[in-house]
């Protein structure tokens, strides 16, 4: 899939978002990237044979307090390639495009693995 419409998909996501959820996302950047690089892979510590389909790298709203102020935006990382070949179909990578992005701002929220997991039947 080319990089146009890959990235429409990850906006498609994002104007899915419940209005209540769209407007609380605050000071974070989307970005599409091919893979996730070496430091990324060593930083999070994953072995080879793992799979990334997303990264948020962030200060989570729910620990924001008074002192955050002038900060750079989060960053929420969404990986073509590996969505890719986890994916069979374009109607696949659609699905999987919007569950990494809901998954990742639901990491911006506060929402730790765990949570995501218990909410991952919703997405």
């Known amino acids: 899939m080319d990089r146009q419409t890959f990235r429409k998909l990850v906006e498609e996501a994002l104007v899915d978002l419940p209005p209540v959820f769209a407007q609380k996302l605050d000071n974070v950047e989307i970005v599409v990237e091919d893979e996730p690089s070496l430091g990324t892979r060593i930083k999070m510590k994953l072995p080879p044979w793992s799979t990334l389909l997303g990264l948020y790298e962030g200060v989570p709203a729910t620990k924001r307090g008074s002192g955050y102020t002038m900060a750079l935006p989060d960053k929420i990382t969404i990986y073509q390639k590996p969505i890719e070949h986890v994916s ?16 990742e701002i639901g990491h911006h929220f506060g929402l730790d693995e765990a949570a995501l997991k218990d909410t991952k039947r919703n997405f």
């Open 88 to 103: 069979h179909t374009p109607e696949e990578i659609k699905t999987t495009v919007r569950r990494t992005v809901l998954h």
